[in-house]
């Protein structure tokens, strides 16, 4: 008897897996593991949305901060590569993202929240920072860009 998926959720993983390996194809629950593959896929782009949003946050907080330490800056230049690399080996390892339909996505779920992060940590009154994204692709893939 399979465990229901909403009861006990890991261990219905595990009978899931379990069933795929054994060739058990008549067991398995297909309704809710299409449901899980289509989620797995989301949350890759929702990661392409986050590492967009921390580094478009970053060049923001760059741009528009002009009374900063060099402490901070050397931090925001720090994160700005880190996201960058995160960024790329990220598309690498998932080429479907790069779909224009999906980059267009991530980009704009990533601008709003990069926006609202850089408004947030730098205390400055928002409407110092531009409404629309004023980075293209490109730029915020480019290691050599900065506003």
Same mark, same amino acid.
């Given at each position: 008897?399979?465990?229901?998926?909403?009861?006990?959720?890991?261990?219905?993983?595990?009978?899931?897996?379990?069933?795929?390996?054994?060739?058990?194809?008549?067991?398995?629950?297909?309704?809710?593991?299409?449901?899980?593959?289509?989620?797995?896929?989301?949350?890759?782009?929702?990661?392409?949305?986050? $590492?967009?949003?921390?580094?478009?946050?970053?060049?923001?907080?760059?741009?528009?901060?002009?009374?900063?330490?060099?402490? +901070?800056?050397?931090?925001?230049? +720090?994160?700005?590569?880190?996201?960058?690399?995160?960024?790329? $080996?990220?598309?690498?390892?998932?080429?479907?993202?790069?779909?224009?339909?999906?980059?267009?996505?991530?980009?704009?779920?990533?601008?709003?929240?990069? $926006?609202?992060?850089?408004?947030?940590?730098?205390?400055?009154?928002?409407?110092?920072?531009?409404?629309? +994204?004023?980075?293209?692709?490109?730029?915020?893939?480019?290691?050599?860009? $900065?506003?």
């Amino acid at each position: 008897m399979s465990t229901a998926y909403h009861e006990d959720f890991f261990t219905w993983t595990q009978e899931q897996a379990a069933y795929l390996k054994q060739g058990r194809f008549d067991l398995l629950d297909l309704e809710h593991l299409a449901e899980e593959v289509i989620d797995m896929g989301k949350s890759e782009q929702r990661e392409l949305a986050h $590492r967009f949003a921390m580094l478009i946050g970053h060049l923001l907080k760059l741009q528009i901060q002009t009374d900063r330490t060099p402490t +901070n800056e050397k931090s925001w230049i +720090n994160t700005i590569r880190t996201q960058r690399k995160s960024l790329s $080996r990220h598309l690498e390892q998932n080429p479907g993202l790069k779909n224009p339909a999906h980059m267009e996505q991530a980009l704009e779920d990533g601008w709003d929240d990069g $926006r609202d992060l850089a408004i947030r940590e730098t205390g400055l009154d928002p409407d110092l920072f531009p409404e629309d +994204n004023p980075y293209s692709l490109e730029q915020l893939l480019d290691s050599e860009y $900065r506003p």
